[in-house]
């Protein structure tokens, strides 16, 4: 393709599809993945918290503010494309705090088979793909989802403990054995979800498993 057709098409693109911020939702340039008010407002530094069992999750932003208004714009208003620009801060993140170079995997929280269906993506795994893609780490579907359950977010204490116990298992125990894995997740609450994914991970015989998040709520 000459550079003429390129441009011609991004051209095309630029008309048909506006691009927003995922924050505010402000129109922006198609290159972008937040606008210059929304970037200013971002962390110079990032947050560490840690899962049930004591597995180290990093996230570059709290949840709250506009970064809470991110994840419920991506996760719950039909924006899958939010998930390239979502990516970068998280990224960036990830580099800041983890040697990428040992990470042999990346996978995603999944989803009931059912919620995912009615929601048409899952969020987790759109985040996961993308820093699969940027980062040049494969990105594989490890984890199964095979129960449903109550949505976390309505819970609290040691309900949310109970509610995810069970419902997680491992899809693919012999790609996953050996393996130094980085789970993507939207956000970590009380760290309980991320805590079960892990705790299926490491009986399969995971070498080791780190987590990152796009926002903390429990820093």
């Not at 927003?20 to 530094?45: D, G, H, M, T």
């Not at 719950?76 to 620009?85: D, V």
């Amino acid at each position: 393709m000459n550079s003429y057709i390129k441009n011609a098409l991004l051209f095309l693109q630029d008309i048909i599809f506006t691009v927003k911020c995922p924050y505010c939702q402000k129109v922006i340039e198609r290159n972008e993945y937040a606008c210059k008010k929304c970037k200013s407002k971002f962390p110079l530094k990032g947050f560490e918290t840690y899962a049930i069992g004591g597995y180290k999750t990093i996230s570059p932003f709290k949840y709250d503010g506009i970064f809470a208004s991110g994840v419920k714009n991506f996760k719950f208003h039909e924006n899958p494309s939010y998930a390239r620009q979502l990516a970068v801060p998280l990224v960036d993140e990830i580099l800041a705090k983890y040697d990428i170079r040992t990470f042999d995997i990346i996978t995603a929280v999944p989803m009931y088979y059912k919620n995912q269906r009615e929601r048409g993506y899952n969020q987790s795994e759109l985040l996961a793909k993308q820093c699969s893609e940027i980062m040049g780490i494969p990105y594989a579907e490890l984890l199964e989802k095979h129960k449903a359950n109550k949505a976390q977010h309505t819970l609290k204490g040691k309900e949310r403990e109970n509610n995810v116990h069970g419902v997680y298992r491992v899809a693919d125990i012999e790609l996953a054995a050996d393996k130094n894995i980085l789970i993507i997740d939207d956000i970590i609450t009380t760290g309980n979800t991320l805590g079960e994914c892990c705790k299926v991970l490491k009986k399969a015989g995971c070498k080791s498993i780190s987590c990152a998040t796009l926002c903390a709520a429990i820093v």
